[in-house]
């Protein structure tokens, strides 16, 4: 997959973030702009394009796709309102760095995100408590963020998280709902994120997920 490609993808589901909408009372702020802090050494952290489940077709994105991807997958375009204002994400100490795998056949992708952060991954959890459906507002369009907590996975990480998320398009319409299973594991103060999206209601392909998850940790657990 060229680097093109895999911004068509990541446009395609920004512009299906839009329509996104979150329930709550009348106060909202506005989600940050992503800014990517660099640090070469997170970068070095992330899988290898090989090391992808072999029919997702994988690269590293470059630094300001990175952190539009790393927006998406939260449901929260850069500039939009957040509604409840609390459900905003917390704004990372370094990264986001980025690589994307593409299965063509099923329109899914797999996407590792690392971040460093001086936050717990609890902060993470305590935030979804109160966060479960989100209205989001951008450029005059509306869409729904709702994400549930699974059980955590096990793994050699200091702790770990799963959720479920779907972005629902207030326009509503074949092909503008996203839905993600995202596995979330920390090692002092390196984020692991490994989420597989789809449009639609496609059976996740979980296998592959936990597999590319296990990776992550191993290779940041090696530095």
């Known amino acids: 997959m060229t680097v093109r490609a895999a911004g068509v993808v990541a446009a395609g589901s920004l512009l299906a973030a839009c ?8 106060v909202a702020s506005r989600s940050p702009i992503t800014a990517v802090q660099t640090d070469g050494g997170l970068a070095r952290l992330l899988p290898d394009p090989s090391q992808f489940p072999s029919s997702y077709t994988a690269i590293a994105l470059p630094p300001d796709s990175a952190g539009e991807a790393a927006a998406d997958l939260e ?3 850069p500039g939009a309102t957040v509604d409840p204002a609390a459900c ?3 704004t990372p100490t370094a990264g986001p760095v980025v690589s994307v795998g593409t299965d063509d056949n099923t329109r899914s ?8 952060t001086d936050k717990k991954l609890s902060s993470v959890r305590d935030q979804l408590q109160q966060c479960g459906t989100v209205r989001i507002g951008h450029a005059g369009t509306t869409a729904t963020v709702t994400t549930k907590m699974d059980p955590a996975p096990p793994s050699n990480a200091d702790d ?25 594991g920390q090692i002092g103060d390196v984020r692991v994120s490994v989420t597989y999206m789809t449009f639609g209601d496609g059976k996740p392909d979980t296998g592959a997920l936990d597999a590319l998850f296990t990776t992550a940790l ?3 657990r090696k530095g």
């Open 19 to 26: 329509g996104t909408t979150v329930s709550g009372h009348p």
């Open 75 to 77: 449901g929260m375009l």
């Open 160 to 184: 770990t998280l799963a959720l479920n998320r779907t972005v629902e398009s207030a326009r509503g319409g074949p092909g503008l709902t996203r839905s993600m299973q995202t596995l979330l």
């Open 109 to 116: 992708t797999l996407t590792v995100e690392l971040i460093r």
């Open 218 to 220: 191993r290779k940041v």
């Open 88 to 90: 905003a994400p917390a």
